[in-house]
């Protein structure tokens, strides 16, 4: 591991956010290059962090512990182990990707020091989540993922509704967030403890009811950050709104941070009251996803219909989660890594499309594949992965998840098996409308308006197909992954379950 | 040779020799020697301070007696790290807002009486928590009030500042009646107005109807300063007509006085061991902040969200003061400490949007942070920090408040719904700090937004000292919560604040 590889990773984006933006706004020819300097920034993180996966599979677990607010006895650390890293290495290649293609996307845009400013900030937030080894940080850095954020859909969203749906972004999160925030100060009144890895003890000796209702404000919190049904109203109008490069970070992966968090704290601190109600959870689940699926089957706008499909995928991922045995956990984060990438595909093709065609309506593509050669191979990678076409990794993260939720002791159609049974069913809906996506836009005819339609410029197209063919890598190869997050699921449960 | 400690003094000095050199300004024609005359005080103010502070760190106790009187009788300076820790505060703002103030009151007329006003003011916060006694006490509390009242109604050529002025005035009034009131009470029950022989007379169990009348009208009277609903009717008015500068002055620092003047009463005289407010203090506490931020959202005024938003935040911090244990008034304090520099940043700001454009209505300032990026920005920050979003000030110090208020839970469950009443607060106030950034810094331009220009660097120097102060606290609070956990302990420590005086 690089030395201070876990600090460098989290504040060098931020201070070189800061550090961009002052230099944007100097200059009016300095801000012409920031774009490049963000990408050289957001490229230091995967080198760093790259250079954890040794030592994580090598010794495990490893804690940088520094003083932050003594007086109150707040520290400040890092907790590197699989899970932590696993996570931390997508966001810091997807945001790299989204921030080279950026570049491209906002050419023709205004404030260039703002926007990559608050992007570096937004990677060095999410990073600080992951990497946060306890709960005061984490919700701090929770916070601050959130305002770069809202920022960039207000500043740079959709001109005439990015300010009602910033608005109802920030509103939402925030309840969450808040929600979030009493269960942790509630657990410190409780243990006097904020440390992630001592509170897995500690919270044995607290009332099993009052951890219950810790547990529920907790996951409230989470669940809203990863848009699961009923509370995901604000991804579709947030995500489709958002510029594209940062809908492809918000739906790639800062929603995974929801699903880490669930991972990481309520499955590893509140492991018998997650137990406990992971049926009535992993039902929740299988409703986000049909009713995603569903919702992304009616959109004739093309980011709204990857938004919805978000929505149906962060309920794949919920159940891979609620199943709670190391197969079906393995399964839910290794779907975290090929959503991250897919989704990220997806996004940065529908702003190729929205950038050349001037469109965003469904129903006025069609063809394009002759045109945009690119960007339809980029998305049809993604958008099979996603569907769960074997040999790509959608279909080997699915099955994981889906072999893990059946329950063995019970009857075919009984609880978790029968639920299992209906997500089974409902992957079906997703690759119904993966390739009616695929068909409407790449296949058909061609419309006469879009007949002098280009391709994107390579600033745009070469990073989407790069995270389209690292897809591709990870599903005719999978182990590169698997044994990462094999790992993390075994360090959160066990081997034993 | 001193009379009311060095800083008293040097204030008092300054704010009598100010029409002099105005006088002096005017013959040699640079008018702004008053304001920079007026900005000296309050730093050779600030300066006097220090060594103050150096003897009463480690928790020692200045006194000083005023004219050698013989005591209990005679007026008594009793100085502890609580108040050095509010003069600190005090002589801060009041010398950034002097400074704002060489540039935003250049088109005003009577700078001589302002600035008499301003450091009479400051001069009398500082005696107020120097007092070691009421009678000091109340001397320097009037001081405070009158040059208040008149600084509210200090642009006199409008009818609003006049009516408003008037109306804090006589409910001012009122309140330092009922404390005179009490400190009759107190008088004919003890004998003496020292705090500390009050301490050892009142503070014994069992209480009796006269004791807890007392204090009940103290609660009044220093409510009514502090804003307490349902006390708070005075200040939406009175806060938003006074010139910016003095809003700052008077929402970060002035209604701070209340709450000191509860936290050294209900601690040290009616201890809650015997007289057990706690719970009534919350309850008001939480009427506060509810009232506070409802109104707020509805206002379209900017001052006058602002000081809605004044209300709410004297809720969080009297919530603190009423939990009455070492952790709430650490964070009690520590609020108070970042409402003064967030709510001085707000108002600062708002009146460089004043300065620029001539309005406070939010309709027609909507998109002026377009025109006026770097204002913009501060008061962004500004907000988001009073808003409570992390890594800024104001969320380490409400954080505070609420892990104290979730820990006497385990006491009373009770406090476990209190906290959490707040915390849908600090949730619900979001909503509107989150709609003043985006009116000021989203919509398009207005007509009159369009012709602001930015605030000139005077004005903004003031400004940016607190912004960066609301992000260097946000993330490194240690030596601030540690000023503030040793002014916890000042009050705290009654046995030692009595000792000084009593041999």
């Known amino acids: ?497 | 040779m001193e009379m009311f400690t060095a800083p008293v003094d040097t204030l008092l000095i300054f704010s009598v020799l100010t029409p002099v050199i105005y006088r002096i300004g005017i013959k040699i024609g640079f008018r702004k020697l008053v304001d920079f005359w007026a900005t000296l005080g309050l730093v050779v103010s600030l300066y006097a301070l220090y060594p103050i502070h150096d003897s009463v760190r480690a928790g020692k106790i200045l006194v000083v007696t005023v004219a050698n009187g013989l005591l209990p009788a005679s007026s008594v300076f009793e100085i502890d790290t609580l108040g050095v820790f509010m003069a600190t505060l005090f002589i801060f703002i009041g010398l950034l807002t002097s400074v704002y103030s060489i540039k935003y009151m250049e088109r005003d007329t009577r700078l001589a009486e302002y600035y008499v006003l301003l450091l009479l003011m400051v001069a009398g916060m500082l005696g107020v928590v120097f007092a070691g006694d009421f009678f000091t006490f109340f001397v320097f509390w009037e001081t405070m009030c009158i040059t208040s009242y008149v600084l509210v109604a200090f642009r006199n050529d409008r009818w609003e500042p006049v009516e408003a002025g008037f109306k804090y005035l006589i409910m001012s009034a009122s309140g330092s009646v009922m404390i005179l009131f009490a400190m009759s009470i107190l008088y004919g029950m003890a004998g003496t107005l020292n705090f500390a022989y009050l301490r050892l007379v009142i503070s014994r169990p069992p209480s009796n109807g006269w004791s807890v009348m007392a204090m009940a009208l103290m609660i009044v009277g220093f409510g009514i300063k502090a804003a307490i609903a349902p006390l708070h009717t005075w200040l939406p008015d009175a806060h938003p007509a006074a010139p910016s500068s003095i809003s700052a002055m008077l929402s970060g620092v002035v209604i701070k006085a209340g709450a000191y003047g509860l936290m050294r009463s209900l601690m040290l005289i009616f201890a809650p061991e015997t007289y057990s407010w706690q719970i009534v203090l919350a309850i008001l506490a939480v009427l506060t902040m509810t009232v506070g931020n409802l109104m707020a959202l509805t206002q379209t005024d900017l001052k006058r969200l602002l000081a809605f938003s004044s209300v709410a935040q004297m809720g969080y911090i009297v919530f603190g003061i009423s939990l009455a244990t070492s952790s709430g008034l650490t964070g009690s304090l520590f609020h108070i400490m970042n409402h003064s520099i967030m709510k001085s940043l707000l108002f600062l700001c708002s009146g460089a949007f004043l300065y620029a454009v001539e309005s406070r209505n939010l309709e027609e300032l909507a998109g002026i942070a377009k025109k006026m990026k770097i204002t913009g920005v501060m008061f962004t920050v500004g907000c988001l920090s009073i808003a409570g979003m992390p890594p800024l000030n104001g969320f380490q110090s409400e954080l505070m408040i609420l892990v104290a208020g979730l820990g006497s839970g385990s006491r009373n469950a009770i406090w476990y719904v209190l906290s959490s009443i707040m915390l849908l607060n600090i949730l619900f106030s979001v909503a509107y700090y989150l709609r003043l950034i985006q009116t000021l810094a989203l919509k398009e331009p207005t007509k009159i937004s369009l012709g602001a220009k930015e605030a000139p660097i005077g004005m903004l120097l003031p400004m940016g000292i607190l912004t960066v102060l609301c992000i260097v606290i946000g993330i490194y609070p240690d030596p601030f919560i540690s000023f503030s956990s040793n002014a916890a302990k000042a009050i705290l420590d009654a046995g030692q604040y009595v000792s000084a005086i009593v041999k």
């Open chain 1, 1 to 497: 591991m690089i030395e201070n590889a876990d600090v460098l990773s989290v504040f060098l984006p931020m201070v070189m956010g800061i550090a961009v933006y002052a230099a944007g706004k100097a200059n009016k020819s300095t801000e012409k290059h920031v774009g490049w300097l963000s990408a050289l920034v957001a490229l230091i993180p995967i080198i760093l962090i790259g250079s954890m996966i040794p030592d994580v599979m090598d010794k495990g677990a490893i804690r940088h512990v520094y003083p932050w607010i003594p007086s109150i006895g707040v520290t400040f650390g890092f907790q590197i182990d699989a899970l932590s890293v696993a996570i931390a290495f997508i966001i810091a290649l997807v945001s790299f990707f989204a921030t080279v293609y950026a570049i491209g996307y906002m050419e023709h845009e205004h404030g260039h020091a703002g926007y990559f400013g608050n992007t570096l900030l937004f990677i060095g937030g999410m990073l600080g989540v992951v990497f946060s080894s306890n709960l005061l940080q984490f919700y701090v850095f929770w916070e601050l993922m959130l305002i770069p954020s809202y920022f960039l859909i207000v500043f740079w969203g959709t001109p005439e509704r990015a300010a009602r749906i910033g608005f109802k972004y920030f509103i939402f999160t925030h309840v969450g967030a808040v929600c979030l925030l009493f269960g942790i100060l509630t657990t410190f009144a409780l243990t006097h403890t904020f440390e992630i890895s001592d509170l897995a003890h500690k919270i044995g000796e607290v009332n099993p009811n009052t951890a219950m209702i810790i547990f529920v404000l907790m996951l409230f919190g989470f669940m809203v950050k990863m848009a699961v049904f009923p509370v995901h109203t604000w991804l579709p109008d947030a995500h489709s709104e958002a510029p594209t490069p940062i809908s492809a970070m918000l739906s790639g992966v800062m929603i995974k941070c929801g699903a880490y968090a669930i991972t990481r704290i309520s499955l590893g601190i509140f492991f018998p009251s997650f137990k406990g109600v992971s049926t009535y959870l992993m039902a929740l689940a299988v409703v986000t996803m049909v009713y995603g699926g569903l919702m992304a089957f009616a959109q004739t706008d093309v980011k709204r219909l990857f938004a919805y499909s978000s929505v149906s995928q962060m309920g794949y991922i919920l159940f891979g989660l609620t199943t709670v045995t190391v197969m079906g956990l393995t399964g839910g984060l290794f779907h975290i890594v090929n959503h991250a990438f897919c989704k990220a595909v997806l996004f940065m093709s529908s702003g190729i499309l929205m950038h050349q065609t001037k469109t965003r309506d469904l129903r006025q593509y069609g063809g394009l594949m002759g045109k945009m050669p690119m960007t339809a191979l980029a998305s049809v990678i993604g958008a099979l992965t996603l569907a769960g076409t074997p040999p790509l990794s959608g279909f080997f993260s699915e099955s994981m998840m889906f072999a893990g939720g059946i329950n063995p002791e019970m009857g075919v159609f009984q609880g978790q098996n029968l639920l299992t049974f209906i997500a089974t069913v409902s992957a079906v809906i997703t690759a119904a409308y993966y390739l009616w996506f695929l068909w409407r836009v790449f296949f058909g005819k061609l419309p006469d308006n879009l007949k002098d339609v280009k391709e994107a410029p390579p600033v745009m197209w070469v990073p989407t197909l790069c995270l389209a063919i690292m897809a591709l890598v990870l599903g005719i190869y999978p182990q590169v992954a698997l044994n990462l997050v094999s790992a993390a699921a075994e360090l959160i449960l066990g081997p034993g379950h």
